[in-house]
């Protein structure tokens, strides 16, 4: 018959599943959460429990059974509690007894039962699809560091050329312009006197070529070009690395029609991008304060939807 099939099958739907005779299989929901020792994103689960002091028959089990197996209800519970009694004589004869999709009870040495939970099964419906993620570190903050680092050790600064019209380097550009001005003068001073040009006509020409050369250096002290003025718009980000899951979606489409949903109801919802699956994920706002996104995960999980859950970027 395999009543474990039977009880992992209503443990999707339900909170609680009693085992008469045996004891009770909860399930508590647990939000999404980051480890951060291994770098892994895990989606919300149902966490599952035993409880051995829960044993008195509810009829849910019996019902299902009775349904699914075209038994009566009175068929249905022998079978169980059958079963029961050959679960409990298993775990004090060898100590231990493991139940497909529901976990493995053994006998610690005070001979207490321990019930250890099958983790690879996630019973949320809401989550269906979901596995961890494995995410690489950012490597920015340490190259930021590592920078930093070496500055400290090697000083140095570079700053841009200023292009003053007073100061000393300034100055020097003039002077050297002059320098080489009156050394261009006097090379043709010494030109024309071999030539046999008058000393007039010499210097005459000497001085236009100073002046021209000074009158071509005067790009040192020209002011900068003024270009028009460009007006970039530049796209809003919404600060916050703390958002509010609303849902999933393989499509895009769907997912503009929830944003607009959410936004008629007043949320600040947007479309957050597509996941390691390609689902494109939804949030109902972003925040940069962990203890006010908590705050309105409870809120939105009481007023408007219990999957909702948290992804927090580093």
């Known amino acids: 018959m395999g009543i474990e099939n039977h009880i992992s099958s209503l443990l999707y739907r339900y909170q609680c599943v009693v085992m008469p005779t045996f004891g009770a299989f909860l399930t508590q929901i647990k939000p999404a959460f980051l480890q951060k020792d291994s770098n892994s994103f895990f989606p919300p689960r149902k966490q599952l429990s035993f409880n051995i002091q829960l044993n008195s028959n509810d009829g849910l089990l019996a019902s299902h059974i009775a349904e699914i197996e075209k038994l009566s209800y009175e068929e249905a519970l022998t079978a169980i509690e059958e079963q029961a009694k050959s679960w409990m004589k298993t775990i004090r004869a060898e100590g231990k007894l493991e139940l497909a999709d529901l976990g493995t009870f053994k006998l610690n040495h005070e001979g207490k039962i321990l019930f250890i939970p099958e983790e690879k099964i996630n019973y949320l419906t809401a989550a269906f699809g979901l596995s961890p993620v494995i995410a690489s570190p950012v490597s920015r903050e340490v190259m930021k560091e590592e920078v930093e680092a070496l500055e400290s050790e090697i000083p140095f600064i ?26 261009a003068g006097i090379s043709g001073y010494m030109f024309y006197q071999q030539k046999g040009y008058s000393d007039a006509m010499v210097r005459a020409n000497a001085q236009e070529e100073v002046s021209r050369n000074i009158q071509e250096a005067t790009f040192f002290k020209s002011h900068p070009l003024e270009l028009p003025s460009i007006t970039v718009e530049i796209a809003h980000k919404q600060k916050g690395n703390h958002h509010i899951i609303a849902g999933a979606f393989r499509f895009r489409e769907n997912a503009d029609k929830k944003i607009a949903q959410l936004k008629a109801k007043g949320y600040n919802a947007r479309y957050l991008g597509a996941n390691a699956y390609g689902l494109h994920q939804v949030t109902y706002g972003s925040y940069s304060n962990p203890a006010e996104a908590l705050q309105q995960l409870r809120e939105i999980k009481r007023t408007e939807s219990p999957d909702a859950w948290l992804l927090s970027e580093r």
């Open 158 to 183: 570079i700053t841009p050329e200023r292009r003053a019209s007073s100061g000393i380097r300034p100055l020097l550009k003039y002077a050297a312009v002059v320098f080489l001005s009156v050394a």
